[in-house]
């Protein structure tokens, strides 16, 4: 599916992080490089430790490499300040977390809202907005909800419809299903995968669960910092559960 | 959304809140009592009688440096009274004090009260007003005439039913007649009824009612002809009383002249200080309240670090972080300033009325400590929202 004439939206060279901890120095990726074009599906897996979640941090614009540039659609983020970063995460990334992430007392539908907001947009466009969000994971009748009135996979999917709101570049999903339970999760990764099918979304996710890791189309297996394994997934790929199940 | 937060925690909000509601109410009411003691203050200078002046009699003993007022009773003359009213140029009404006690009776009704014996310029100076009837003139000062002039308190106990104005009245076995009746002052600065006083000519006290041999005079009222004269009016008293009285140069007063408006004006200096000090004690009170605010902010901060983790992920600035949190905390004290404002007023209304003093709210007062109550918000709010805005976005996301 990958389309080599397209521009990378995502462009790791060569990056380095490097955490200082008093004395101690851990060295969290040691010389990364990974491009990702629009509308790929990429799984990053890959043990704790091994540096996925610092990559995640990079490209969610949530941290800045050591050493390496990085380039998010078109743009060097690398020597962005705090405020460009955090108006780049406004404008192109959707972040999805495994413990959904909503925030508490505030109704579903102003969850949605909520990007749009720190976007400037006018209440009654957002609102329109935030609605159809909605509507595209199938919760119209919640809007009003809580998020303690909602259950795991209604949560997980308004926090996809709060990924969506600003129509982002990519879909940054780290353990999206590590809360639910299986067959809730087939149900959240059913959106994703339509996401990606119908709307061309890009979309990077983390897991540890090599069933959820074949819903997508490219695989990135992470080792002491560095990339062990970059490949597509075909979709008999039995390769990838065994090795899951002789150990990570 | 800042308002989404306080909805949460009621009770803590409310004690928060608190916090900033004493000290609002407190700086009002303490300020509002100090302004209500002010205005009693000037109520009472004005109470006095406009630009007077006292002099009183000081003897002196031979010899000794030890001096009092005494016996102050042989020193002042009616001629002194009448040299300062012609030769003093800025004193515009000269009027002798003679005081006597006695009891009044009509019919069946009897008060003991004080007289005060003056001319027929005393009204005026002292700044008294008639209710009924009329002051005595100078023919009946000249006379000695047997007529009064009553105070309120006396009229109502003598006549409770009115129509005191014509009737004979006995003061210590000698009929007087009535002949007009005093509007009320109310109680004085010591608390004392100013009503309870008959007024009649010197002249009667000395030789009808005293039957003095020697005619004394206790005290001499003047009333200056203008505010600003009331200084040069005390020195030209002084240096003319200093000749009448032949006092050599280096010799001390045989007198001494009061001048009533100076003593106001320090009264209200005192009142206006106290006002102040009561109203900056006050105003600790909201500083408490502040810090109050401040330490549960920073709760609260602690309490959202995943929310404000997450608010930043999906794009907030710092900035807007620290603007919501400093909306919060403003809100916060402004909202318990309100509340503080109309407790406070409840409050000084309150204490006036129990105290008996004159209630007077001051809006001044009050719109500064609603001001000030959110300049606290703003001020013990900025640090915790600070501290919100700096926080690392990827350790707040994995803050449990």
Same mark, same amino acid.
């Given at each position: 599916?990958?389309?080599?004439?397209?521009?990378?939206?995502?462009?790791?060279?060569? /990056?380095?992080?490097?955490?200082?901890?008093?004395?101690?120095? /851990?060295?969290?990726?040691?010389?990364?490089?990974?491009?990702?074009?629009?509308?790929?599906?990429?799984?990053?897996?890959?043990?704790?430790?091994?540096?996925?979640?610092?990559?995640?941090?990079?490209?969610?614009?949530?941290?800045?490499?050591?050493?390496?540039?990085?380039?998010?659609?078109?743009?060097? !983020?690398?020597?962005?300040?705090?405020?460009?970063?955090?108006?780049?995460?406004?404008?192109?990334?959707?972040? /999805?977390?495994?413990?959904?992430?909503?925030?508490?007392?505030?109704?579903?539908?102003?969850?949605?809202?909520?990007?749009?907001?720190?976007?400037?947009?006018?209440?009654?466009?957002?609102?329109?907005?935030?609605?159809?969000?909605?509507?595209? /994971?199938?919760?119209?009748?919640?809007?009003?909800?809580?998020?303690?009135?909602?259950?795991?996979?209604?949560?997980?999917?308004?926090?996809?419809?709060?990924?969506?709101?600003?129509?982002?570049?990519?879909?940054?999903?780290?353990?999206?299903?590590?809360?639910?339970?299986?067959?809730?999760?087939?149900?959240?990764?059913?959106?994703?995968?339509?996401?990606?099918?119908?709307?061309?979304?890009?979309?990077?996710? !983390?897991?540890?669960?090599?069933?959820?890791?074949?819903?997508?189309?490219?695989?990135?297996?992470?080792?002491?910092?560095?990339?062990?394994?970059?490949?597509?997934?075909?979709?008999?790929?039995?390769?990838?559960?065994?090795?899951?199940?002789?150990?990570? | 959304?800042?308002?989404?937060?306080?909805?949460?925690?009621?009770?803590? $909000?409310?004690? $928060?809140?608190?916090?900033?509601?004493?000290?609002?109410?407190?700086?009002?009411?303490?300020?509002?009592?100090?302004?209500?003691?002010?205005?009693?203050?000037?109520?009472?200078?004005?109470?006095?009688?406009?630009?007077?002046?006292?002099?009183?009699?000081?003897?002196?003993?031979?010899?000794?440096?030890?001096?009092?007022?005494?016996?102050?009773?042989?020193?002042?003359?009616?001629?002194?009274?009448?040299?300062?009213?012609?030769?003093?140029?800025?004193?515009?009404?000269?009027?002798?004090?003679?005081?006597?006690?006695?009891?009044?009776?009509?019919?069946?009704?009897?008060?003991?009260?004080?007289?005060?014996?003056?001319?027929?310029?005393?009204?005026?100076?002292?700044?008294?007003?008639?209710?009924?009837?009329?002051?005595?003139?100078?023919? &009946?000062?000249?006379?000695?005439?047997?007529?009064?002039?009553?105070?309120?308190?006396?009229?109502?106990?003598?006549?409770?039913?009115? &129509?005191?104005?014509?009737?004979?009245?006995?003061?210590?076995?000698?009929?007087?007649?009535?002949?007009?009746?005093?509007?009320?002052?109310?109680?004085?600065?010591?608390?004392?009824?100013? &009503?309870?006083?008959?007024?009649?000519?010197?002249?009667?006290?000395?030789?009808?009612?005293?039957?003095?041999?020697?005619?004394?005079?206790?005290?001499?009222?003047?009333?200056?002809?203008?505010?600003?004269?009331?200084?040069?009016?005390?020195?030209?008293? $002084?240096?003319?009383?200093?000749?009448?009285?032949?006092?050599?140069?280096?010799?001390? &007063?045989?007198?001494?002249?009061?001048?009533?408006?100076?003593?106001?004006?320090?009264?209200?200096?005192?009142?206006?200080?106290?006002?102040?000090?009561?109203?900056?004690?006050?105003?600790?009170?909201?500083?408490?309240?502040?810090?109050?605010?401040?330490?549960?902010?920073?709760?609260?901060?602690?309490?959202?670090?995943?929310?404000?983790?997450?608010?930043?992920?999906?794009?907030?600035?710092?900035?807007?972080?620290?603007?919501?949190?400093?909306?919060?905390?403003?809100?916060?004290?402004?909202?318990?300033?309100?509340?503080?404002?109309?407790?406070?007023?409840?409050?000084?209304?309150?204490?006036?009325?129990?105290?008996?003093?004159?209630?007077?709210?001051?809006?001044?007062?009050?719109?500064?400590?609603?001001?000030?109550?959110?300049?606290?918000?703003?001020?013990?709010?900025?640090?915790?929202?600070?501290?919100?805005?700096?926080?690392?976005?990827?350790?707040?996301?994995?803050?449990?």
């Amino acid at each position: 599916m990958t389309d080599a004439s397209r521009a990378p939206v995502i462009s790791l060279k060569d /990056v380095h992080k490097i955490y200082r901890t008093g004395e101690i120095e /851990v060295h969290a990726l040691r010389g990364v490089s990974l491009e990702v074009r629009k509308g790929e599906f990429i799984a990053v897996m890959g043990p704790s430790g091994s540096g996925k979640s610092t990559m995640m941090n990079l490209i969610g614009c949530l941290d800045r490499p050591t050493s390496g540039s990085y380039i998010l659609d078109g743009v060097d !983020v690398s020597t962005m300040s705090k405020n460009q970063r955090a108006d780049t995460r406004n404008a192109k990334i959707g972040f /999805v977390f495994q413990s959904f992430n909503l925030i508490p007392r505030t109704s579903a539908v102003e969850n949605v809202e909520l990007p749009m907001v720190y976007a400037g947009m006018a209440p009654a466009e957002r609102r329109e907005r935030a609605r159809k969000a909605m509507a595209s /994971v199938g919760l119209e009748a919640k809007e009003r909800s809580l998020p303690n009135q909602l259950s795991g996979g209604q949560q997980q999917r308004v926090a996809l419809a709060r990924a969506l709101a600003n129509n982002p570049a990519i879909i940054l999903a780290d353990e999206p299903t590590g809360a639910l339970d299986s067959k809730t999760a087939d149900e959240i990764m059913r959106i994703f995968r339509q996401l990606n099918d119908e709307r061309h979304m890009t979309i990077v996710l !983390v897991t540890h669960e090599p069933d959820i890791a074949l819903h997508a189309k490219r695989l990135v297996r992470f080792r002491d910092g560095e990339i062990l394994e970059d490949r597509p997934i075909k979709h008999e790929d039995d390769e990838l559960v065994l090795h899951a199940q002789t150990g990570m | 959304m800042a308002l989404h937060a306080l909805g949460k925690n009621k009770v803590q $909000t409310a004690l $928060t809140m608190l916090g900033i509601v004493i000290g609002v109410s407190a700086v009002i009411a303490m300020v509002s009592l100090g302004q209500g003691a002010q205005k009693l203050v000037q109520d009472q200078v004005a109470g006095m009688g406009q630009n007077v002046l006292q002099i009183q009699g000081q003897n002196q003993w031979a010899g000794g440096g030890a001096r009092g007022a005494s016996d102050q009773s042989q020193v002042l003359t009616e001629a002194d009274v009448e040299a300062i009213h012609k030769e003093v140029p800025a004193v515009a009404k000269a009027a002798p004090n003679v005081q006597a006690q006695g009891q009044f009776v009509f019919g069946n009704q009897n008060w003991s009260s004080r007289i005060q014996g003056s001319n027929e310029h005393y009204l005026e100076i002292r700044g008294w007003k008639m209710a009924e009837g009329d002051f005595y003139t100078e023919n &009946d000062v000249r006379t000695a005439a047997r007529v009064v002039v009553l105070g309120k308190t006396i009229a109502d106990n003598l006549f409770p039913g009115g &129509d005191a104005v014509g009737q004979m009245i006995r003061i210590r076995n000698l009929p007087y007649r009535v002949i007009g009746v005093l509007a009320p002052k109310g109680q004085s600065a010591n608390g004392q009824d100013q &009503d309870d006083t008959a007024m009649m000519p010197y002249t009667t006290i000395q030789k009808k009612m005293l039957g003095q041999a020697l005619p004394r005079i206790q005290q001499i009222s003047v009333s200056a002809i203008s505010a600003e004269a009331t200084g040069p009016a005390k020195d030209q008293i $002084t240096s003319l009383l200093r000749e009448r009285h032949q006092i050599r140069p280096g010799q001390a &007063d045989d007198f001494r002249v009061n001048n009533l408006t100076e003593v106001a004006e320090a009264a209200e200096a005192t009142t206006q200080v106290m006002t102040m000090l009561l109203g900056s004690i006050a105003a600790v009170s909201l500083l408490v309240g502040g810090i109050g605010i401040m330490n549960i902010m920073l709760v609260s901060v602690t309490e959202r670090t995943r929310e404000i983790g997450i608010r930043m992920a999906i794009g907030s600035r710092g900035s807007y972080i620290r603007m919501q949190f400093l909306a919060e905390s403003v809100i916060l004290c402004m909202v318990g300033g309100l509340i503080g404002v109309l407790f406070g007023v409840g409050l000084s209304l309150g204490i006036a009325r129990l105290m008996g003093w004159p209630s007077y709210v001051s809006p001044q007062a009050a719109g500064i400590a609603f001001l000030f109550s959110a300049g606290t918000g703003i001020f013990f709010g900025y640090y915790p929202a600070h501290k919100a805005a700096s926080l690392d976005p990827i350790e707040a996301l994995r803050y449990e």
